[in-house]
């Protein structure tokens, strides 16, 4: 019984050393995945690896499932490549299947290669790209020829991958009834890179071999708030006698009779803070926008802080988090808003601030989803993960929202505005009442 339990234990252990946990033993199988395949001038266009007529490996397939909310949303589903793949021993050039061209064939290789199509693919969570074919134009015809070997060179740290570079070669005329043979080749070498430094290459080096002048940055920061607060200080000391002459307990007479010699937006200071025709949609309006405002800062914050280009979908779902956990500020901005132009059906106003920006997002984005099914793309999403959105909308946004809506109703409701508001609007500019 014991030997059977360690056994067990030893079986767990060797299934948990995978491409999830990034540590892989000598001989542990490593998985290499393939992506997409499109236009490489338009990367929206985007198609499933075997949607041209490439062959798979002779493993068996496995399936893939998503790390991330936010790969989901994104369409990302990737195919087996059924290549043989161990850590750690290299393979020599190895033929793993065998295609006959059919016309069919033909045309559609000849199509990837005229638009010169690009496919991408992961080994351990690290992205590679490669072309399909290339056109050779020395010759009259052009000859459309395909990339039929794949050469990976994969660097690794102790149990961890850290680089990988892929080499396309084995050029083959695309011809009815050619026999092509699809190759691969891997081979292992150890590298001094450490792992949490191996997304390193993938940034834009260019940007990074130019001196920041920070000192100059700060200049002008200071700069711009040395003016911003020498603007804001005369216009408060100009303006703090209009607001004393404007203060609600001025009789409506002496205000009306000052206004003679008054010009601009004097004329129409009653209606600067007064209720708009649909204060429940302006509100929700604002509400958002401060939202939005909000999750642009504390996402951007975070991808500075933190590496979302590492994992596929992760800025989507830390974005799609910080939203749905910012929901207070959108009740909070948009319920004491409301409050203040004298609304009283608040919850309404809570639900109608909820929903307003996910369903016009949900509703472009079931639209183009619809599309990119029609036309077979591989970002499309199946409908049944389309529905965590609205489950997430119902179940997390909208009880933080009712939240915000009623911290904004009793903290910030009362309008303390510094001049009188009018019930009606004004007729200075010939506006209606």
Known sequence: MVRLWLSLLLLAGAAIADEHDHVYEVDEEVVLWMNTVGPYSNQQERYTYFS??????????????????GEELLGVELDFSGLDIKFRTNFPRTVYCKVTLTEADVNTFVYAVTNQYSYQMYLDDMPIWGMVGEVDRKTTPPTYKLYTHKKLDVGYNGKQVVDVNLTSDGLVEIRKGAELEFSYEVNWQSSPMVFHDRFEKYLDPSF??????????????????????????ILVRTLKKDYARYKKD???????????????????????????????????????????????????????????????????????????????????????????????????????GAFLLPSLICGVAFLINFVAIYYHAARAIPFTIMLIVPVICIAVILPLTIVGTVLGRNMSGVGDYPCRSDKSGSDQFGTHK
């Open 208 to 233: 990074f071999q130019h001196r920041i002048h920070w000192f100059s940055i700060f200049n002008s920061f200071m700069m711009v708030v040395f003016l911003v607060g020498l603007v804001w200080m």
């Open 52 to 69: 041209l007529p490439f062959c798979r490996g002779k493993k068996e397939s496995i399936g893939h499932y998503h790390e991330t909310m």
């Open 250 to 352: 001025e009789s409506i007479d002496d205000l009306d009779g000052d206004l003679g010699d008054e010009y601009g937006w004097k004329q129409v200071h009653g209606d600067v803070f007064r209720a708009p025709p649909m204060p429940l949609l302006f509100a929700s309006l604002i509400g958002s926008g401060y939202h939005v405002f909000a999750v642009t800062i504390i996402t951007t914050v975070l991808a500075i802080v933190g590496e979302f280009y590492t994992e596929r979908g992760s800025l989507l779902s830390a974005a799609i988090f910080v939203y749905a956990a910012s929901s207070p500020v959108n009740g909070f901005a948009g319920g004491s808003m409301y409050a203040r132009f004298g609304g009283t059906n608040w919850i309404k106003q809570a639900l109608f």
